[in-house]
């Protein structure tokens, strides 16, 4: 009975965190070919919403090619990580786990150390990691990623309760 709970936990943190991953306003930073990218994003968070998590891994892909070709490095960990997303809600753990890798490490290499999409990829990669029972690793990651939200949202935001309500499933495990 334990163990099913806590399995249930853990669906309910993936539910959980799609507070993490609500849509950024970047259309209206969009130029050039980003334009196209900003349409592919919006189609596949479309598809996200619709449960179309194929059809939405598909659309940010696309749209990840142009980011990365513009250098728009922020949208393309953005991508990465809805990718990772995706995977997570459909148990494709090996796969999430590459896509945040790479966007980890993308991430701390072109984006500011306390950039909010940093912040999701750590928090997902807890995810992955407490769906993996390495518990370690997964609270670092998730507290990597509540500590970036508490300093630029606020100890009150709703991202870094959502970032609590995954500490306490991580240790529930």
Not at 70 to 85: K, P
Not at 109 to 116: K, S, V
Not at 123 to 142: F, P, T
Request: proline residues 1%.
């Amino acid at each position: 009975m334990g163990k099913d709970l806590t399995r249930y936990s853990l669906y309910t943190a993936i539910h959980i965190a799609s507070l993490f991953v609500a849509p950024n306003s970047h259309a209206q930073n969009a130029i050039g070919d980003t334009v196209r990218a900003e349409e592919y994003v919006k189609k596949a968070w479309d598809a996200y919403l619709q449960v179309e998590y194929d059809s939405s891994i598909f659309f940010y892909r696309r749209a990840a090619d142009i980011f990365v070709k513009a250098e728009r490095w922020e949208r393309y960990v953005h991508c990465l990580n809805i990718i990772g997303d995706c995977y997570s809600r459909e148990l494709r753990l090996d796969s999430m786990e590459v896509i945040l890798q790479r966007a980890r490490k993308l991430g701390e290499e072109t984006l500011e150390p306390d950039n909010l999409e940093c912040a999701l990829t750590y928090s997902l990669l807890g995810l992955l990691y407490v769906g993996r029972d390495k518990l370690e690793v997964a609270i670092e990651n998730i507290l990597k990623g509540k500590n970036i939200r508490e300093s630029k949202l606020g100890k009150d935001h709703r991202k870094v309760a959502a970032s609590h309500f995954l500490l306490g499933a991580a240790y529930s495990y």
